[in-house]
């Protein structure tokens, strides 16, 4: 099991949370809330994750999806084996439910 922790600058504030995707074979959830005031101009993800050594990949999936979102959020991404598509799909899902306002 690895622990990974990442952030990047935020433009805006995020004042709704969402809950996208499932922890289960080939997928992962992606939890998404507001930071609180102090990280006002900072996203924070920590994905934790059953496949090791894939840091790498985990960073360029992230650094792709922040060069669209700005958002000044906590990310907890809780994976078991997803493919880089499903990971930039569930943090779309995650980012336009918190957008809408709706709680997937």
């Not at 935020?10 to 997928?27: E, F, K, L, N, Y």
């Not at 994905?47 to 906590?74: E, N, Q």
């Amino acid at each position: 099991m690895e622990h990974l922790t990442f952030d990047y600058p935020a433009q805006r504030a995020v004042t709704t949370r969402a809950h996208v995707g499932v922890v289960g074979s080939g997928d992962l959830e992606v939890l998404l809330s507001p930071t609180d005031p102090a990280n006002a101009l900072n996203a924070h993800v920590v994905v934790r994750t059953s496949v090791d050594g894939y840091s790498h990949i985990w960073k360029s999936v992230l650094d792709r999806f922040f060069t669209r979102y700005d958002g000044a959020a906590r990310i907890e991404i809780n994976d078991f084996g997803a493919t880089p598509g499903v990971v930039a799909l569930r943090l779309a899902e995650a980012a336009e439910a918190a957008e809408s306002g709706d709680d997937a």
